[in-house]
C-alpha cells in the first residue's frame, strides 16, 4: 500500500524526521558544553588559559617613605588657632628667657672677679676711688617691691640734681645782688652734704630693709626721711640767708632780675614736686611696712643682735672688762 501512496517524484528525505534542518544543525554542532560536561566533578569551570590571574595582596607591613610627610591639620576654629598661636609665644618666650639665664650663668662663671664687688657709683677704672656699695635690684630686692625702691631711688637723683640747679640759682642771684654769697655759698655746702649723706643715710637703710626684711632698717629709714622731708619743704619755701632758691627767694630775685627770678622759680618748683613726692612715697612704703610683719621688738633685738656681733664694740667691751678687772685686782693687793 504504501507503494503506491507514495509519490514517485517527491524527495526520499522529506518523510524523514531526522532529517530535519534544524535537528541535523544540532547533531551536527552540538554545544561545548555538553561534550565537557562531566556530573562527578566539580561544576565550577576552570579559568580559560590566557586569563591573567588577580594579584595577590602584600603580607609585608606599610612602611613611610622617609621623604614623605604627614598630613598637616588644619585648626578647626578661630579659637583653636589663637591658643596654639599663644602657647608658641610662650613657648617662645620661656625660651629666650632660658637663653638670657643660661647667658648669665657663663659669664659670671667666666668673671675673674667676685660677681658681689661694689659696682657703686658706677665709676670708670682709672679713677683713684673705687665703688663702695654693690647695688642690684633685680637680684636684691623682691619683685613686689622693686618698683617702689626705684622710685625712691628715683627720688634721690632729682633731688641732687635739683641741688645742683641751686648752686646755680644762687650764683645768678649773687651775680645780680652782691649781698647773697652767703646763699651761694651754703648752696655749695648743702650739695656737698646732703647727695651724700640722704643716699647712706635713708636710702640704703631702705634698700636693706626690703633686701632682707630688717626691721631696724625700716625705722631708721622712717626717722631719716622725715628729716628729708622737712628739708625738703625749708628749701621750697627759701628762707633768705639759708642757701635755698624757694619761693620767697624767688620773689625777692625777681625785682633784681625777672630772669634770675623765672631759674629760682623753676628750682623752688622742684624743692616743692620733691616735698609732695616724698610724703607720697613715705606713705605708701608705711604701708608696705605694716604688711611685712616687722615690728618695734624686732628692731630692738636686731639692734642688739647687731652691736653685739659688731668687731669693733666686742673690741671696746673687751678692753673695759679688762681695765675693770685689772682696776679691781689691784685694789684688792692694796
Not at 588559559?49 to 621623604?67: C, D, H, L
Not at 657663663?106 to 677704672?125: A, F, G, I, T, V
Not at 665703688?131 to 633731688?159: A, G, N
Not at 633768705?240 to 622759680?265: D, E, F, H, R, Y
Request: hydrophobic residues 40%; glycine residues 4%; proline residues 9%.
Amino acid at each position: 500500500m504504501s507503494d503506491f501512496d507514495s509519490n514517485p517524484f517527491a524527495d526520499p528525505e522529506f518523510n524523514n524526521p531526522f532529517k530535519d534542518p534544524s535537528v541535523t544543525q544540532v547533531t551536527r554542532n552540538p554545544p561545548p558544553a555538553l561534550e565537557e560536561y562531566n556530573p562527578f566533578t566539580d561544576g565550577r569551570k576552570a579559568p580559560p588559559g590566557n586569563v591573567e590571574k588577580p594579584p595577590m595582596p602584600s603580607t609585608q607591613p606599610a612602611i613611610m617613605k622617609p621623604t614623605e610627610e604627614p598630613p598637616t591639620y588644619a585648626p578647626h576654629t578661630q579659637e583653636t588657632a589663637a591658643a596654639q598661636a599663644e602657647l608658641l609665644r610662650r613657648q617662645e618666650e620661656l625660651e629666650l628667657k632660658a637663653a638670657e639665664l643660661d647667658r648669665r650663668e657663663r659669664e659670671m662663671k667666666n668673671l675673674s672677679y667676685d660677681p658681689r664687688k661694689n659696682n657703686w657709683p658706677p665709676l670708670p677704672e682709672r679713677c683713684p676711688v673705687g665703688p663702695c656699695f654693690y647695688q642690684d635690684l633685680s637680684v636684691d630686692i623682691p619683685v613686689e617691691f622693686q618698683k617702689t625702691v626705684k622710685m625712691l631711688y628715683y627720688l634721690w637723683m632729682f633731688h641732687s640734681v635739683t641741688l645742683l640747679v641751686n648752686i646755680f640759682g644762687c650764683l645768678a642771684w649773687f651775680c645780680v645782688d652782691s649781698y647773697r654769697g652767703v646763699d651761694f655759698g651754703l648752696s655749695i655746702l648743702w650739695f656737698l652734704l646732703f647727695t651724700p649723706c640722704s643716699f647712706v643715710c635713708w636710702y640704703r637703710p631702705l634698700y636693706k630693709a626690703f633686701r632682707s626684711d630688717s626691721s631696724f632698717s625700716f625705722f631708721l629709714f622712717f626717722f631719716v626721711f622725715i628729716c628729708q622731708f622737712a628739708v625738703h619743704v625749708l628749701q621750697s619755701v627759701g628762707i633768705p640767708q639759708w642757701g635755698n632758691c624757694g619761693w620767697i627767694s624767688a620773689l625777692t630775685a625777681l625785682n633784681k632780675s625777672i630772669p634770675v627770678g623765672v631759674l629760682m622759680m623753676i628750682t623752688a618748683a622742684a624743692f616743692t614736686g620733691s616735698s609732695v613726692v616724698s610724703l607720697i612715697m613715705f606713705k605708701k612704703v608705711h604701708g608696705m611696712y605694716r604688711t611685712t610683719g616687722a615690728s618695734f621688738e624686732k628692731a630692738q633685738q636686731e639692734f642688739a643682735t647687731g652691736v653685739m656681733s659688731n668687731k669693733t664694740v666686742q673690741t671696746a667691751a673687751a678692753n673695759a672688762a679688762s681695765t675693770a678687772a685689772r682696776g679691781a685686782f689691784k685694789g684688792n693687793q692694796i
